[in-house]
């Protein structure tokens, strides 16, 4: 079965660092995608980016990097110069090839700071 | 296009009580799913429609739950008899394919 582990219940970073929220699974598919996803209070899941275990560049959008690290299973999301507008929770999710359905972690609160 | 419409934004309602919730996908995407995401944690999968039918759903989604999209546009999830553990966000998303999924703003339940 798959399984997304997100180890970092919350993050708090001054704005305009960088920050980098961890992610790991669990799949015995070669073949699989893992997306990030971003939830604010009002609770619309905003899809952020997405890798396929078969790119072979990390993906990037905007501010947005994927740190994919294939062998150790890790899909960690870096965002770039943070703003006070990231503050929201953050999802990591799984998909493989023979299903519909997302498989997401438990998800980690960052905070920005003034 | 206005993106993927959930009615209503909360609901509270009573033990033991019927609710429904209404989910508008966008209009081009003809696959549907619906989550349940509870306080603290990821959402979880319910269930799943290509076009009108429904391809598969969770060991979640007991009996007292049923979902439905008649004509592969909009789509109902009702919950019957409502017990305290069904307090949760219900999540809605859309998507043509296997492309990326599009949620909506979810509708919050509380049970009282």
Same mark, same amino acid.
């Given at each position: 079965?798959?399984?997304?582990?997100?180890? &970092? $219940?919350? %993050?708090?970073? &001054?704005?305009?660092?960088?920050?980098?929220?961890?992610?790991?699974?669990?799949?015995?598919?070669?073949?699989?995608?893992?997306?990030?996803?971003?939830? $604010?209070?009002?609770?619309? %899941?905003?899809?952020?980016?997405?890798?396929?275990?078969?790119?072979?560049?990390?993906?990037?959008?905007?501010?947005?990097?994927?740190?994919?690290?294939?062998?150790?299973?890790?899909?960690?999301?870096?965002?770039?110069?943070?703003?006070?507008?990231?503050?929201? %929770?953050?999802?990591?999710? %799984?998909?493989?090839?023979?299903? &519909?359905?997302?498989?997401?972690?438990?998800?980690?609160?960052?905070?920005?700071?003034? | 296009?206005?993106?993927? +419409?959930?009615?209503?934004?909360?609901?509270?309602?009573?033990?033991?009580?019927?609710?429904?919730?209404?989910?508008?996908?966008? +209009?081009?995407?003809?696959?549907? *799913?619906?989550?349940?995401?509870?306080?603290?944690?990821?959402?979880?999968?319910?269930? *799943?429609?290509?076009? /009108?039918?429904?391809? /598969?759903? +969770?060991?979640?989604?007991?009996?007292?739950?049923?979902?439905?999209?008649?004509?592969?546009?909009? +789509?109902?999830? /009702?919950?019957?008899?409502?017990?305290?553990?069904?307090?949760?966000? *219900?999540?809605?998303?859309?998507?043509?394919?296997?492309?990326? *999924?599009?949620?909506?703003?979810?509708?919050?339940?509380?049970?009282?």
């Amino acid at each position: 079965a798959q399984k997304i582990t997100q180890t &970092q $219940p919350g %993050m708090f970073v &001054q704005e305009k660092e960088a920050v980098t929220l961890d992610c790991t699974y669990d799949t015995s598919d070669q073949s699989y995608g893992l997306f990030w996803y971003k939830q $604010p209070s009002s609770g619309e %899941m905003i899809f952020l980016i997405y890798q396929g275990s078969y790119d072979e560049q990390n993906a990037t959008e905007g501010r947005y990097s994927l740190n994919f690290q294939k062998a150790r299973k890790s899909a960690n999301l870096v965002i770039s110069a943070s703003q006070l507008g990231d503050s929201a %929770m953050y999802f990591c999710a %799984m998909r493989d090839p023979g299903a &519909q359905k997302l498989v997401f972690g438990q998800g980690t609160r960052l905070t920005i700071n003034p | 296009d206005t993106g993927v +419409s959930q009615d209503p934004r909360h609901k509270i309602t009573k033990r033991g009580q019927n609710v429904t919730f209404r989910c508008d996908p966008i +209009s081009e995407h003809n696959r549907l *799913y619906w989550y349940r995401q509870t306080l603290g944690q990821g959402p979880e999968f319910l269930t *799943y429609f290509q076009n /009108e039918a429904q391809l /598969e759903k +969770s060991r979640l989604l007991s009996d007292r739950f049923s979902a439905e999209r008649p004509k592969g546009s909009f +789509s109902t999830l /009702e919950i019957q008899r409502t017990e305290q553990g069904d307090s949760a966000m *219900y999540l809605c998303a859309s998507s043509l394919g296997r492309g990326s *999924y599009t949620f909506g703003s979810g509708t919050r339940l509380t049970v009282v």
